[in-house]
């Protein structure tokens, strides 16, 4: 694996990983989930993505509530300066 990440590819894509990833789990841990508390793949598959679904929506309900988004008109606000 040291050989692999001192490749210049490897850095690259890592670092794309470390801000597009990584924040979401850290977000989704500090929301207050821990573990799974289900048994198996399936059944667990199902739990992640209802917490998936929860987290996207609370960041849903974020937008709307700052006027990043404004449902009367289904678009992008433009953000004051």
Known sequence: MKHHMAKDESKE???????????????????GFRGFSVRGKDKVAGEFSLVCAGHNLKKMVKAMMTGVVRPEFGGIAKMAA
């Open 13 to 31: 894509i890592y670092k794309h990983r470390k801000t597009i990833v990584e924040p979401v789990f850290g977000q989704i841990k500090n929301g």
